[in-house]
């Protein structure tokens, strides 16, 4: 039962990673119906260990554009856009190290809870559902992942500060912060998913050493269950992202958020 539901937890995390509904606030949700058999310590080890399964999604979708060499008549090129975008994603990914790494124990004590999670989803939903009405008519000046400047990529990283939050959405604090910053939608959502390899791979390494490489049979069978189905999860929701933006906005998101947050505040209160 327990292969069953990492695989069930392991679909929800492949969907709403991605999406910028905040997976943190479904999987409180997740954990209230579809509670695994292991020690509390594993459960929040495994929570962010499974996006290695997501990440892995985006490296396979994303391969011709992330990766930095070309080999043609066996001969490697390097390809220096590529190099470029990577060292603005570096620059991006400064602001979550420092605030981040020496406040990880203190988020998880203080914010990792369901009144935190369900007021972030409300506020972000307001703040998505305004900024598209107010950006509606406006002409984004970013509309290659490439044109990001180093300056605009730090200030995606600052916004990517916001989603240490539980229940804010990394994708979801970026893709505003793109937005707001003059990129358009595609755009925010590609640079997300460049940032999400370094940032949710240092998160998992960090999760890794602070817990240690002492595992159980099961608790390895439940990892790779949960890893391979938000992997194949992955697939299809990054797609379903990519082709939504280019011809629609985030007000659905928005909407959906502000319901989530309701119902985890109900939920938890009737409960």
Known sequence: MDLIKAVIIGIVEGITEWLPVSSTGHMILVNEFVKLNVSEEFWKFFLVVIQLGAILAVVV??????????FKKGEP?????????????IVAIIP?????????????EHFYNYKVVAI???????WFLFLEKKGKHEKYRVQKVEDISFKTAFGIGLFQVLSLIPGTSRSGSTIIGGMMLGTSRPVAAEFT?????PVMAGASL???????????????????A?????????????RFLMS???????????AYRIILGAVVLLYFYIR
């Not at 979708?61 to 070309?70: E, G, Y």
């Open 77 to 89: 090129i390097i390809r220096k856009d590529v190099w470029m975008t990577w060292f603005k994603v």
């Open 193 to 197: 998913f460049w940032l999400s390899i």
């Open 61 to 70: 979708l994303f391969w011709n554009k992330i990766f930095p060499f070309s």
């Open 244 to 254: 939504y933006v280019r011809s629609h906005d985030f007000r659905v998101f928005g």
């Open 206 to 224: 960090l999760k890794l050493l602070k817990f240690g490489f002492h595992f159980t049979g099961t608790e390895l069978a439940i990892l790779g």
């Open 120 to 126: 972030t989803l409300i506020l972000y939903g307001i």
């Open 226 to 238: 949960g890893c391979i189905s938000a992997f194949l999860v992955s697939l299809a929701s990054i």
């Open 96 to 108: 979550a190290t420092v605030v981040g790494i020496p406040l990880d124990d203190w988020m998880d």
